[in-house]
């Protein structure tokens, strides 16, 4: 990391000095101040300080050591797939035609083969006679597997939810396509919560969001500003607190515990964990076990546009059995986003399936 020091007279021309130096993505690393000039501690200014770093680029080593890394996980994953190719072989051998036909469909859309196999069995034992029942009896099979959808509901409660998930999931997008819609559509109080003053563009952006919906932004700069502002300033005012928060890397135990510690007991009612449906099927499962520590209750989908398989809502749900509550499908502000509803998830997922 490449790391400054800048001096200035206020915070902001600090911030600025920092942003046009190092660029959007640097990090606030420490601030502080102190006196300058002046006789016998008269006529001083203070001045204020600030440290900050940026991520640099990885150098060519690096670069060639990881190239290795990857090349021996795809040969590893070649292997796997021609043993997982030969059993599957046997499996389909005894299986009527449909049956195998549906068998490959899920397995192109990426289903995992022991989950695939599992729905395949459930259909056979379903024994239908007609094909048209043969759709009909796997729609009622994989309505169970992706389960109910649950978005958030009000009913006159007053809820504050919070959103968590790597970097560049889209939470700051969704979060802004949450409050127009209920701020628009239903008419309710809303109002944004961001603690992600990691990165310096991350408020800037919620802001720009609150302004065009014209609710109010509130920034927590730690634990205890964000209890504060639910637990007072906040509290009872808006029908519905929306709260954003930094993209940690899921391999990053320090953001993750300050995450947990943000969201103490009893402030927040709802987390949701941020998704990207354009992401490979063994990350989704090693970021949702990563973000276990800050104990999600729902899992929001987001970039389904971006993805062209859509056998994850199956394999999602496989490890992680919370439901699912919004899904997204562009960058649209406010319109592309819609309640995880059963029916339009199995759309995406077999929607042009022909048995
Ligand atoms: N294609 C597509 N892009 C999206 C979607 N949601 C967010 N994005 C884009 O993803 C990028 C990162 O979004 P942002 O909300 O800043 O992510 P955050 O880092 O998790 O807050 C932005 O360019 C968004 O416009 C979506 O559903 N589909
Ligand atoms: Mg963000």
Redesign the pocket.
């Known amino acids: 990391m490449k790391v400054k020091k800048y001096v200035a007279e206020t915070m902001q021309d600090a911030i600025f000095k920092v942003k046009a130096d190092l660029g959007p993505d640097a990090i606030i690393l420490n601030t502080s101040k102190f006196k300058k000039g002046g006789f016998l501690g008269l006529f001083s200014r203070t001045m204020v300080e600030v440290v900050a770093g940026v991520e640099e680029k990885s150098t060519e080593k690096e670069f060639q050591n990881n190239l290795a890394l990857q090349e021996i996980a795809e040969l590893k994953n070649m292997v796997h797939e021609i043993h997982k190719n030969w059993e599957n072989d046997r499996f389909l051998q005894d299986l009527p035609e449909e049956l195998v036909e549906i068998y490959k469909y899920l397995n192109d859309q990426g289903v995992i083969s022991s989950l695939n196999k599992e729905i395949i069995s459930l259909l056979e034992k379903g024994n239908p006679e007609k094909k048209e029942e043969l759709l009909s009896h796997l729609k009622l099979i994989l309505k169970e597997y992706i389960g109910e959808g649950q978005g958030i509901v009000l009913n006159g409660q007053k809820k504050v939810v919070a959103f968590v998930?790597?970097?560049?999931?889209?939470?700051?997008?969704?979060?802004?396509k949450l409050a127009a819609h209920f701020v628009l559509d239903e008419g309710k109080k809303v109002c944004l919560i961001t603690t992600?003053t990691y990165r310096i563009a991350?408020v800037q952006?919620l802001q720009t969001y609150s302004d065009i919906i014209n609710i109010p932004i509130h920034v927590a700069y730690n634990e205890k500003e964000l209890e504060k502002l639910l637990s007072y300033d906040l509290k009872g005012k808006y029908d519905l607190i929306l709260i954003?928060t930094a993209?940690s890397s899921w391999n990053d135990r320090f953001q993750l515990g300050r995450l947990k510690r943000l969201f103490r007991e009893g402030l927040v009612d709802e987390v949701h964990l941020?998704l990207?449906l354009n992401t490979k099927s063994h990350i989704q499962k090693e970021v949702v076990e990563k973000f276990s520590i800050v104990n999600p209750d729902k899992l929001l989908l987001?970039?389904?546009?971006?993805a062209n398989r859509f056998g994850d809502l199956l394999n999602i749900r496989n490890f992680c059995k919370l439901p699912y509550s919004y899904i997204?499908?562009?960058?649209n502000v406010p319109d592309?986003?819609q309640a995880a509803d059963t029916d339009i998830l199995m759309d995406y997922l077999i929607g042009d399936l022909d048995v």
């Open positions: 998930g790597a970097t560049g999931v889209g939470k700051t997008t969704t979060i802004a992600d991350a952006q954003d993209g941020i990207s987001t970039k389904l546009d971006e997204t499908m562009g960058q592309d986003i």
